[in-house]
């Protein structure tokens, strides 16, 4: 049984740029959430998807979007890319509002 | 604001002893606190829960107490093994908000053999 996996788990890009992350939740969950974690911080909320739409979404500008496909994978988009954007992206996957929340390894982006 | 903070970066063991990790809040509005674990170059692995009814829950060696009116939870491991040595991360799951959760900042556990 595969568990959640996310693609690619480390990419480098330059301010301004655009960055695409995937994710594939584990098997027979349909509710993706997006984390932010800074280094050495907790991770950070950035939103949850739902049958196909955003249900929650945390403290982070519309530069970060998102989308849930009817295969319920993910993606999250990052729009003109800041240094402060660096941090490593994971992807939580659940069955509807359980308590428990898998998470894949995440990816991790660097941007120069 | 910090809701859900872990005033201790790191905490150091050894083999066989207890190992008590801290987390304190601010928000009471929760139905559940969670405990998740991570390894290096690995996402974060769920641990234990509490409901917020509850002040104890015991899984083998983890047990999480919660005590409401400090606004406080600990987790503790007994014994300790150097296989525990990663990052614990509490994690509050608000009411009424999905299950969207908001973690404190981690301690390092490391358990010397």
């Known amino acids: 049984d595969a568990g959640v996996t996310q693609s690619p788990t480390h990419l480098i890009k330059t301010r301004g740029q655009q960055v695409t992350l995937r994710c594939s939740p584990k098997?027979?969950?349909?509710?993706v959430s997006w984390y932010q974690q800074a280094l050495g911080q907790g991770p950070q909320f950035i939103f949850q998807?739902?049958?196909?739409?955003?249900?929650q979404r945390g403290n982070f500008p519309d530069r970060f979007s998102g989308h849930q496909f009817p295969n319920y994978s993910s993606e999250l988009n990052v729009n003109a890319l800041l240094l402060g954007d660096s941090a490593l992206y994971l992807c939580?996957?659940?069955?509807?509002?359980?308590?428990?929340?898998?998470f894949g390894e995440g990816s991790r982006l660097t941007v120069l | 604001d910090q809701q859900v903070k872990q005033n201790s970066p790191s905490l150091s063991v050894q083999e066989g002893r207890i190992s008590i990790l801290n987390c304190d809040y601010t928000?009471?509005?929760?139905?559940?606190f969670l405990w998740y674990k991570k390894y290096p170059a690995e996402g974060p692995t769920f641990l234990i829960s509490?409901?917020?009814?509850?002040d104890k829950n015991e899984d083998g060696r983890f047990t999480v107490f919660l005590n409401k009116s400090a606004k406080h939870l600990s987790l503790h491991i007994v014994p300790s093994q150097p296989g525990d040595s990663a990052v614990y991360f509490c994690?509050?799951?608000?009411?009424?908000?999905?299950?969207?959760?908001?973690f404190g900042g981690g301690t390092r556990l490391m358990v010397k053999p």
């Open positions: 939580a996957s659940s069955l509807g509002s359980s308590v428990e929340l898998f």
């Open positions: 098997s027979g969950h349909d509710t």
């Open positions: 998807y739902y049958e196909e739409e955003e249900r």
């Open positions: 928000n009471s509005m929760f139905d559940y």
């Open positions: 509490i409901s917020s009814i509850k």
């Open positions: 994690a509050r799951r608000n009411n009424n908000a999905g299950n969207m959760l908001t």
